[in-house]
């Protein structure tokens, strides 16, 4: 049978989705996962909470699980995520830093895993969600510890770790145009000009039947292209009020058709990531009660009318 991925391949691209250890176990869904799909994105594995549990002890365990199922099924795997405020662990956020200690225990983390990981993955989110709607900087304990200049030395570390890796910042809210992705832009710009090591923009493209489709996406994503960069859609899904309905349904499989086609319209958008891919495993219930159906497959693994969107799309390209 053609897969989505075997679509995207057709024009040099990858078609993913991420998977969060548990997961695993559920055998008809990770089954689908290994033949459907070209790569993979580890849900929470690979973050600094379960990477680094005490200072300076590592535990690779769920990222090397996920790398060993990748590898068994022929999907290659983007490495989540580096540096995030969220889900760090304790004995990181519950005390307070010097600047160099925290520099110190920035640039060790980054290094192990990158390290750990070198071959393994072919891209790393660096640094995740560092900017706020407005296109300031989010307050983190990175940002109020270090200042500004500790993304471009997360890129410089993780460079120094893996030369062959492809190193990305990724953020949600930043498939439109405006003030968030504004300042992604300038910021790239910035760090190329200073010749910082950085080769790609990650959309998450967590969208919401009810918010519209992100204005312009296809030229956003052109213009981050037009600065030397990779872009790759790296969480999409795209919920709706529940319950869903034959209509719902409908506008859901337009919306991932149009996301699919503004990637396919850019040479140098790269690949798309579901996060996750059926409704029987999303994020979304719990975070946005009364919302969700976001994925292009059902909680049966049964295909919604969107992934018939997405393979036309792919198969157009
Ligand atoms: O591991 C514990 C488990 O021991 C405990 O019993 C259970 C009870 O709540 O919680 C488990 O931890 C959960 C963890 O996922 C693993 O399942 C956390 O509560 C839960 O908050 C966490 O959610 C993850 C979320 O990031 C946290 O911010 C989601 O699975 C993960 O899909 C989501 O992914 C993020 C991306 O990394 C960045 N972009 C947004 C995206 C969606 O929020």
């Known amino acids: 049978a053609v897969t989505l991925d075997d679509l995207a391949r057709q024009s040099g691209r990858y078609f993913g989705s991420a998977v969060d250890n548990p997961e ?20 929470n594995s ?17 990222g090397d699980e996920i790398v060993n199922y990748a590898q068994a099924n022929g999907l290659s795997v983007r490495g989540h995520t580096l540096l995030w405020h969220s889900q760090l662990p304790g004995w990181l956020t519950s005390r307070t830093w010097t600047a160099d ?9 980054i290094t192990q895993v990158v390290t ?16 706020n709607e407005d296109g300031t900087y989010r307050q983190s304990i990175f940002y109020k510890t270090l200042g500004p200049g500790y993304v471009a030395d997360a890129l410089r570390w993780a460079r120094a770790a893996d030369p062959n890796v492809k190193l990305y910042l990724n953020d949600y809210n930043v498939e439109a145009t405006g003030a968030k992705s504004d300042a992604y832009y300038r910021l790239v710009k910035q760090l190329k000009a200073a010749g910082v090591p950085i080769d790609g923009f990650g959309m998450q493209a967590h969208l919401a039947l009810q918010y519209g489709f992100p204005n312009q996406m296809g030229q956003n994503i052109q213009r981050f292209a037009d600065l030397g960069l990779d872009v790759a ?11 869903s309905d034959t209509a719902k349904l409908a506008r859901q499989a337009e919306f991932y058709g149009r996301v699919t086609d503004a990637c396919l319209a850019v040479r140098r958008c790269v690949g798309i990531t579901l996060w996750g891919y059926s409704d029987r495993h999303s994020w979304i219930p719990p975070v946005f009660p ?9 909680g049966n693994l049964r295909r919604k009318p969107a992934y018939d969107a997405i393979a036309k799309s792919l198969a157009a390209a």
């Not at 750990?116 to 900017?131: P, S, T």
Request: glycine residues 10%.
């Open 24 to 43: 695993l176990d559920d055998t008809p869904y990770a089954n689908l996962l290994g033949t459907e799909f070209g790569s993979t994105t580890p849900g």
């Open 46 to 62: 690979m973050k600094w909470d379960a990477t680094e549990p005490r200072r300076g002890v590592f535990n690779f365990t769920g």
């Open 101 to 109: 200690e925290l520099r110190s225990i920035l640039k060790n983390h």
């Open 116 to 131: 750990h990981y070198k071959g393994k993955v072919f891209a790393w989110d660096v640094a995740n969600e560092i900017m």
């Open 233 to 243: 859609l790296t969480e999409l899904d795209i919920r709706m009020p529940l319950p």
């Open 290 to 298: 009364g919302e969700g159906a976001a994925l292009p497959w059902n």
